[in-house]
């Protein structure tokens, strides 16, 4: 059972059962993986969403179910990279400075809003779904776009809009890395939000060990009969 967060209004297609929705905290998490008889949980969330990712460690130690975490490792920087470490979207925006720059941002729409202090620079925001209602910025443009984003059509992308500096979050893997190889291409800084924090339990980096992983426990607890 894939669950997604309903974040998205249509999101991905996905070939595995999908339900949608919060829980309702650790407890109601807890309460869904011992109702619907859940034998293992991963917990596969992208890198920044903290909340989600604490309440699995938690509903997995109450409800007694083997746990691991799959988070893509980190990016880190290369020769040409000019990244800029700030801790949160509120830093990224005072590491603009004063003086007015064009911006392209490639963050979410739940968490743009500090943008607003900072009306003298011009943004290009990129998001899944429209930001709606659109921020309080005479200088702000928008596009919807979803993943993967390669290098070229970032670099391309980055030029036509004279950009200046990217804001994003170092999500790590493929998809999204284009706009960061792209800023590097083009000599333009990055201002990089650090992540959150780090698994607390058990992680694997991909896929494929998630599902070694589960062969492991699965097999286990049919060997003992359970
Ligand atoms: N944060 C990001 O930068 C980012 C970027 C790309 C995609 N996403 C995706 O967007 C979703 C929400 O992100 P967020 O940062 O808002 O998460 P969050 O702060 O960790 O979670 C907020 C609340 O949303 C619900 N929720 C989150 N993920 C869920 C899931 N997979 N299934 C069911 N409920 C879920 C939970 O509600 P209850 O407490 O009611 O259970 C959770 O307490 C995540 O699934 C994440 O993978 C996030």
Do not use: C
């Amino acid at each position: 059972m894939l669950s997604l967060a309903g974040r998205t209004a249509s999101p991905a297609r996905q070939p595995v059962p999908v339900r949608v929705g919060g829980f309702g905290g650790a407890a109601g998490l807890t309460n869904y993986l011992v109702k619907e008889r859940i034998a293992v949980l991963i917990d596969a969330t992208h890198p920044y969403a903290s909340n989600i990712s604490a309440n699995a460690v938690a509903a997995a130690e109450h409800a007694n179910v083997p746990f691991i975490v799959l988070r893509r490792p980190a990016w880190t920087a290369v020769a040409g990279d000019r990244w800029i470490e700030v801790s949160d979207v509120r830093e990224a925006v005072r590491a603009l400075g004063k003086t007015a720059r064009r911006v392209f941002v490639a963050l979410g729409r739940q968490e743009i809003e500090p943008l607003i202090d900072a009306p003298q620079h011009s943004y290009l925001i990129r998001s899944v779904d429209p930001i709606e209602p659109p921020l309080p910025l005479r200088r702000a443009s928008y596009i919807t776009a979803r993943g993967p984003f390669g290098e070229t059509d970032d670099r391309a992308l980055l030029t036509a809009h004279r950009i200046e500096v990217v804001m994003a979050k170092n999500s790590g893997g493929t998809a999204t890395y284009g706009k960061i190889a792209a800023a590097r291409a083009l000599g333009i800084p990055v201002i990089m939000l650090r992540r959150p924090h780090e698994p607390a339990g058990p992680a694997v980096d991909t896929v494929e060990d998630a599902i070694a992983w589960l062969d492991h426990v699965l097999t286990s607890a049919a060997a003992r009969g359970v």
